[in-house]
C-alpha cells in the first residue's frame, strides 16, 4: 500500500463533507466542530505533499514552507486527544425533565467527569508541545537522535522536516524534542490522553468497545503498514477520516433523532416530542432553581422553632 497527495486531498474531502453533514442536518455543533479538526490534518497533508523533502538529509528540509507545515502537524498532534475526546462528549445528552432523577444523575456524573478529562487532555497536549522547545536547551537534548541513532519514539527526530523517501508509504514527520524524563513526558503521553478516557469512564456504555476500536483501526494498523515511527502517526492520520465516516454511518439515525436541525427531538426518553434542547434543559434547571428557593434553610428552620416555643410559652 502506498499514500499520495490525491489520496489524503480524497479523504479531506470525505471528512470535510462529514463536518458539513452533521452542521447542516443536526444541532450538534461540538461534533462538527470536532470532525472538521480532523478534516483539517488530512488537507494540512494534502498540502504538505507538494513541499516535501525526499529524506532528513534533503537540504529542503531547510525550507521555511516544510518547517511551518510540520510544526502545525506536530501542533494538531498535539490536540487531537482533545478532539478525540470531544466527539464522545458531544454524544453524550443532557439531564432533561423527562427522565428520573437517577438518569439525570448519571448524565450530570457524565458530563462532570468529560470536563475533568477535557482538562487533562489540554494539559498533556500542551506538555507533548513543550518538548519542542526545551529540545533547545542542550542538557536537555543529549541522546543524539539521528538516522544511525533512530529513536523509539513517535515523530522524534533530529530536526524539524516532512519528508518522503522512496521506502516510505506516506510521508513522515520529524520534530526534535528534549529527553524524556520524570518531568518531561514521553511521546506516549498521547497514547494515554487518547485511550485511557475510554477506560477511565468503563461505566458509560460503549466506552471501552470504541476504545478498542479505535486503537485496532488507529495505531495498531499502522504499525502493521509501517514499521517507520515518523510514519506511524500520519497513516493513523489517513484512516482517522474513515475511522469517523463509519461512526456517523452507524449513528446517523441516532444522531438525527436527538440532536434534529431545529433543536427539537423525537426521542420520548430524553425530551418532550418537539421539545427544543435548551428549552428542555432551562426547564431542568428552573425545576432545580424552585426547589431550591422552596427548601427550607437551617436558619429559617430554627427560626420557626423558637416562634413556636414562644408561641407555647405565651399560651
Not at 447542516?24 to 466542530?33: D, G, H, I, R, Y
Not at 490534518?41 to 529542503?60: H, K, S
Not at 509501517?226 to 493513523?236: D, F, G, I
Request: a positive charge.
Amino acid at each position: 500500500m502506498c499514500f499520495n497527495g490525491w489520496m489524503s486531498g480524497g479523504f479531506a474531502a470525505v471528512g470535510l463533507f462529514c463536518s458539513y453533514w452533521i452542521w447542516s442536518k443536526t444541532s450538534n455543533k461540538m461534533l462538527a466542530n470536532a470532525v472538521f479538526f480532523f478534516f483539517t490534518m488530512e488537507f494540512l497533508q494534502f498540502v504538505q505533499y507538494f513541499f516535501l523533502a525526499t529524506g532528513l538529509t534533503d537540504p529542503y528540509c531547510n525550507d521555511v514552507i516544510n518547517k511551518v507545515l510540520t510544526m502545525l502537524g506536530f501542533i494538531h498532534i498535539c490536540c487531537q486527544p482533545i478532539f478525540s475526546l470531544a466527539i464522545s462528549w458531544a454524544l453524550c445528552q443532557y439531564p432533561s425533565s423527562k427522565n428520573s432523577a437517577e438518569h439525570n444523575l448519571k448524565l450530570e456524573k457524565y458530563h462532570a467527569q468529560y470536563t475533568v478529562l477535557d482538562r487533562l487532555c489540554k494539559i498533556g497536549g500542551f506538555l507533548l508541545f513543550l518538548r519542542y522547545p526545551l529540545s533547545f536547551i542542550p542538557s536537555l537534548n543529549t541522546m543524539n537522535i539521528s538516522e544511525k541513532n533512530p529513536s523509539t519514539e513517535w515523530l522524534r527526530g533530529d530536526k524539524l522536516c516532512t519528508f518522503k523517501s522512496e521506502s516510505m508509504v506516506h510521508l513522515g514527520w520529524s520534530i526534535p524534542m528534549a529527553d524524556p524524563t520524570y518531568n518531561i513526558m514521553s511521546a506516549g503521553i498521547h497514547s494515554f490522553l487518547m485511550f485511557a478516557p475510554f477506560f477511565a469512564m468503563y461505566h458509560k456504555k460503549g466506552m471501552v468497545l470504541q476504545g478498542i476500536v479505535l486503537f485496532t483501526t488507529g495505531p495498531l494498523l499502522a504499525a502493521a503498514i509501517t514499521s517507520n515511527l515518523m510514519e506511524q502517526a500520519s497513516v493513523w492520520c489517513f484512516f482517522s477520516i474513515a475511522q469517523i465516516a463509519t461512526m456517523l454511518f452507524l449513528i446517523r439515525e441516532t444522531l438525527l433523532l436527538n440532536w434534529k436541525k431545529d433543536g427539537t427531538t423525537d426521542s420520548y426518553s430524553i425530551f418532550n416530542k418537539g421539545q427544543k434542547r435548551d428549552e428542555a434543559v432551562a426547564e431542568l434547571e428552573k425545576a432545580n432553581n424552585n426547589n431550591k428557593s422552596a427548601a427550607p434553610t437551617p436558619s429559617s428552620s430554627k427560626n420557626n422553632n423558637k416562634s413556636g416555643k414562644n408561641q407555647k410559652a405565651l399560651n
